[in-house]
T-cell receptor, first 116, second 113 residues
Framework: DQQVKQNSPSLSVQEGRISILNCDYT??????FLWYKKYPAEGPTFLISISSIKDKNEDGRFTVFLNKSAKHLSLHIVPSQPGDSAVYFC???????????????FGQGTILTVHP | EPEVTQTPSHQVTQMGQEVILRCVPI?????FYWYRQILGQKVEFLVSFYNNEISEKSEIFDDQFSVERPDGSNFTLKIRSTKLEDSAMYFCASSVERQRGYTFGSGTRLTVV
């Protein structure tokens, strides 16, 4: 199942710089997209989401951009901090004619390392 | 901040045995989910539960799996006869609305030997 793909397994960034994490999807029925952050031995933690009726959503240092025509979304973290080092997952939901009960389809994750 | 609580954090079981993984969702949440992550692989959806019944399930969730909300606070996942390939982290999650960022628990690591 490759409906949601994160093609970069890892990303390394200097503290204070921008981190850009990318995600592509293939299912045009997805209408809600989310980013989660995960530390080892913990569950995923919700970061930010975006509905398909928007192309940008911002929350503090985190901004998610959605390009529906390209079926692409990205997460920008500015400025990056060492505490942001974690695995980042994008996820998508929706489709099934509106009968989906919130099932999320996850990407493989990108390991972000922010160096001091 | 409200949490989703999962117990145990680690469970080791023999192949063929039944296991029950337990979860206490956030109290005012209405939608409940189980996901799993096999080591090195994606987080995969197993099942969603709403209004005391399964609302959606994946092809992974076969007859060996069942879910229950026995007392209005706990939400359990039962695997009837475990297989080696059931070894994974199992995450419970809950949400107030169906299309919002749900809250995940810390997971139960299931090891089948």
């Amino acid at each position: 199942d490759q409906q949601v793909k994160q093609n970069s397994p890892s990303l390394s960034v200097q503290e204070g710089r921008i981190s850009i994490l990318n995600c592509d999807y293939t299912n045009s029925m997805f209408d809600y997209f989310l980013w989660y952050k995960k530390y080892p031995a913990e569950g995923p933690t919700f970061l930010i989401s975006i509905s398909s009726i928007k192309d940008k959503n911002e929350d503090g240092r985190f901004t998610v951009f959605l390009n529906k025509s390209a079926k692409h979304l990205s997460l920008h973290i500015v400025p990056s901090q060492p505490g942001d080092s974690a695995v980042y997952f994008c996820a998508a939901s929706g489709g099934a004619g509106g009968t989906s009960y919130g099932k999320l389809t996850f990407g493989q994750g990108t390991i972000l390392t922010v160096h001091p | 901040e409200p949490e989703v609580t999962q117990t145990p954090s680690h469970q080791v079981t023999q192949m063929g045995q039944e296991v029950i993984l337990r979860c206490v969702p956030i109290s005012n949440h209405l939608y409940f989910y189980w996901y799993r992550q096999i080591l090195g692989q994606k987080v995969e959806f197993l099942v969603s539960f709403y209004n005391n019944e399964i609302s959606e399930k994946s092809e992974i969730f076969d007859d060996q799996f069942s879910v229950e909300r026995p007392d209005g606070s706990n939400f359990t996942l039962k695997i009837r006869s475990t297989k080696l390939e059931d070894s994974a982290m199992y995450f419970c999650a809950s949400s107030v609305e169906r299309q919002r960022g749900y809250t995940f628990g810390s997971g139960t690591r299931l090891t089948v030997v």
